[in-house]
Nanobody, 115 residues
Framework: QVQLVESGGGLVQPGGSLRLSCAAS????????MGWYRQAPGKQRDMVAI???????DYKDSVKGRFTISRDNAKNMMYLQMNTLIPEDTAVYYC?????????WGHGTQVTVSS
């Protein structure tokens, strides 16, 4: 019903920036909430940022002021702009969507922050 594909991950030095993209297709009208989650080695998958259909957003405390979630409805795209990256941001980042009905996930994109 909904397909999600992430892109934009890679290797970046501390203090650098990356922009992640999530392309959505299928029954886009059913999506109520979209967000970015990440899972670092040895840690639980954690919410990074969420954007609701009305446009409101929530962020993990440790990324506030550094990350920005946004969407382009005309292109069915969601983005995560990540600035001032630190090694603790290293993780696989997943795009997720809650629809009516159903919950959908992309396969993830690796972000590595290292010198």
């Amino acid at each position: 019903q909904v397909q999600l594909v992430e892109s934009g991950g890679g290797l970046v030095q501390p203090g650098g920036s990356l922009r992640l993209s999530c392309a959505a297709s299928g029954n886009i009208a059913s999506i109520a909430v979209m967000g970015w989650y990440r899972q670092a080695p040895g840690k639980q998958r954690d919410m990074v940022a969420i954007i609701r259909s009305g446009g409101s957003t929530d962020y993990k405390d440790s990324v506030k002021g550094r990350f920005t979630i946004s969407r382009d409805n005309a292109k069915n795209m969601m983005y995560l702009q990540m600035n001032t990256l630190i090694p603790e941001d290293t993780a696989v980042y997943y795009c997720g969507a809650v629809g009516r009905p159903g919950t959908y996930w992309g396969h993830g994109t690796q972000v590595t922050v290292s010198s």
